[in-house]
């Protein structure tokens, strides 16, 4: 079965510091894996994803996720973070439910908090 | 283009009492996704529809929950009776997946406590 993992619980980082939100896959085949963040009281927010080509994808607010097959990573980066970024991210995997079709198997989530 | 949208956006119940939420996807939508986001945890899919049928339930626990997508557009997830291990943001999601595209939209969930 496809799954994600995100090592850390909270990542403390000051504003204007580059930042790293943390993710690790498994998978059989080709991953396709997704970041998404909430807000407080706010639904999932897609951010980017990665199907093929470049290992390195840009997506939404500046944010960016580096690809790493040999160590199956999909870690999210920004270089310069901001008070606004602060929210908790999912790294997402794609899978396959009973009937072939397509669903989303997420991790725990990481809380991001930028201090000012 | 409107949103996913929820409602409640927050329901309080005792234990052993039903509660019904509702979802209404972007349009054009075909999928549809119930999940469950217990605290401290990612979000869990319990349901997806495929237009108006059931394509994977297989995490629904159907002894006490049900969800329905009539027409193919609206959907209600209902729970009876409830529980307090049920206490959790309901997320709704819609999206078209297979179309080169696998992003899933949003709602802004219902957050349920039960006490």
């Known amino acids: 079965a496809q799954s994600v993992a995100q090592p850390e619980d909270q990542v403390n980082v000051a504003e204007g510091n580059p930042l790293t939100v943390k993710c690790t896959y498994s998978?059989?085949?080709?991953?396709?894996l997704f970041w998404y963040v909430q807000y407080p009281n706010r639904g999932l927010q897609f951010l980017l994803k990665?199907?093929?080509?470049?290992?390195l994808v840009k997506g939404s607010y500046g944010f960016e996720a580096e690809f790493n097959k040999s160590q199956t990573s999909f870690h999210l980066k920004k270089p310069s973070a901001l008070v606004s970024d602060s929210a908790l991210y999912f790294c997402?995997?794609?899978?396959?439910?009973?009937?072939?079709?397509?669903?989303?198997?997420f991790g725990a989530g990481t809380r991001l908090a930028v201090h000012p | 283009e409107a949103g996913v949208a929820q409602s409640p956006r927050y329901k309080i119940i005792e234990k052993r009492q039903s509660v019904a939420f509702w979802c209404n996807p972007i349009?054009?939508?075909?999928?549809l996704y119930w999940y469950q986001q217990i605290l401290g945890q990612g979000p869990k899919l319990l349901i997806q529809?495929?237009?108006?049928?059931?394509?994977?339930d297989s995490q629904l626990p159907k002894d006490r929950f049900s969800a329905e997508r009539l027409k193919g557009v609206d959907s209600t997830l209902k729970i009876q009776p409830a529980k307090l291990e049920d206490s959790a943001v309901y997320l709704c999601?819609?999206?078209?997946?297979?179309?080169?595209?696998?992003?899933?939209?949003f709602g802004p969930g219902t957050r349920l406590t039960v006490l």
């Open positions: 998978v059989s085949g080709n991953p396709y």
């Open positions: 999601a819609s999206g078209t997946p297979g179309q080169n595209t696998d992003t899933q939209y």
């Open positions: 529809f495929q237009n108006n049928g059931v394509v994977d």
């Open positions: 990665y199907i093929t080509g470049d290992n």
């Open positions: 349009s054009g939508h075909a999928t």
């Open positions: 997402a995997v794609r899978d396959r439910g009973a009937g072939g079709y397509i669903k989303l198997i």
